[in-house]
């Protein structure tokens, strides 16, 4: 017969056979949720297609900006398509759009997710129907849209930022506001830290942050390249889905430019960008520390966000926190085109310098 000491010693180790049974079972079927999740077709997350605004197909708040329909004025709004050549300070040859290009007050747009001027112009233009005052600028980041191809020596937000110094030079325009998507509020920001005297003020609709996006966004864009072994060319790059929609959209010199380029350096982009942008898991915002957003020097920082609280890859508490960091900046949702207009116009105008009309 046991002893009371015994006895109990038996009933705790039940317990705790119990226990560990029950958090075994958990953490299955919560892994096993993961999964479904990871393919769940109703994740406003969720996007086959890598060369997409990152949930831009299906996430009911993203058509403001990704193939936005027209607003009304949209289609009369005077546009001029340029290709602007950054030699000899940076490799590049960069596809721009420019609508009012009389206007006095510039506003600089940068696309999303991998995502070009094709997808984003929608947008663009309904903000430059809004107002003739304002010189929309839009514009394809290097190896996107039309365009070229250069992975350079740096994670391509960097680059990015460094081709939008110059091509700002290229424009004659002194200090613009930047309007950044998502990625494309990386690209902005870098410029800020760098190039503050350029930098009338940021808008970022929305910010990119938190755990979740920098495990997906680097392995979607950039890490999952390093896993395919069937990569050994530039030819099998140019088969994927990014990469064979940029084949169709440009031209044979560009194609034939893209074939040119080193696997071993596209490759090795891949790697050394989407491990600079898992980096910043535990940030704020994927991209910048916390620290780098405390210290920029630029008059003012609007977030805007759609307002759901289920997007893991724009969490909303992250644009929240975010206003905690940066100088003089402000908070707002705007789901729709009206009322982003509403809070947009006022702001570019305050902080923005006008230019000479050419």
Not at 247 to 270: G, I, S
Not at 305 to 312: M, S, T, W
Request: proline share 6%; with cysteine; aromatic share 8%.
């Amino acid at each position: 017969m046991d002893s009371p000491m015994e006895t109990q010693t038996k009933r705790l180790l039940r317990f705790m056979t119990a226990l560990f049974a029950s958090l075994t079972l958990s953490a299955c079927v919560n892994a096993a949720h993961h999964q479904e999740a990871e393919i769940d077709v109703n994740d406003p997350n969720y996007n086959p297609d890598s060369t997409l605004f990152k949930g831009a197909a299906n996430n009911p708040y993203f058509p403001l900006y990704f193939k936005a329909l027209p607003a009304s004025g949209a289609d009369d709004v005077p546009t001029e398509v340029h290709r602007i050549d950054l030699r000899p300070e940076r490799d590049m040859t960069l596809n721009v759009e420019i609508y009012n290009p009389k206007g006095t007050i510039p506003l600089i747009v940068t696309p999303g997710g991998m995502g070009e001027i094709e997808g984003f112009k929608g947008f663009a233009r309904n903000v430059a129907a809004a107002s003739s005052d304002l010189k929309v600028v839009i514009w394809d980041r290097r190896n996107m849209g039309k365009s070229e191809v250069s992975f350079g020596s740096e994670p391509l937000s960097i680059e990015e930022a460094e081709d939008l110094h110059v091509l700002l030079k290229r424009l004659k325009i002194d200090r613009a506001t930047f309007f950044g998507m998502s990625s494309g509020s990386r690209s902005n920001m870098v410029l800020a830290e760098r190039y503050p005297e350029q930098v009338a003020a940021l808008v970022i609709a929305p910010l990119t942050g938190g755990p979740i996006a920098a495990e997906r966004l680097s392995k979607e864009y950039y890490l999952g390249y390093l896993e395919d072994e069937s990569l050994t060319s530039m030819a099998e790059v140019a088969k994927t889905p990014l990469w064979s929609a940029y084949m169709e959209r440009n031209t044979p010199e560009l194609q034939a430019a893209f074939l040119a380029q080193n696997v071993n350096d596209f490759l090795a982009a891949m790697k050394r960008t989407g491990e600079h942008l898992a980096s910043y898991h535990a940030k704020t915002t994927l991209g910048m520390t916390d620290e780098q957003l405390m210290a920029l020097d630029i008059p003012a920082t609007l977030i805007l966000h759609h307002g759901a609280e289920r997007d893991f890859l724009h969490p909303i508490v992250n644009s929240r926190a975010a206003t905690t960091l940066f100088k003089n900046s402000t908070f707002e949702i705007a789901a729709t085109l009206e009322p982003l207009l509403d809070v947009l116009l006022p702001f570019v105008e305050k902080y923005t310098p006008t230019t000479t009309s050419e």
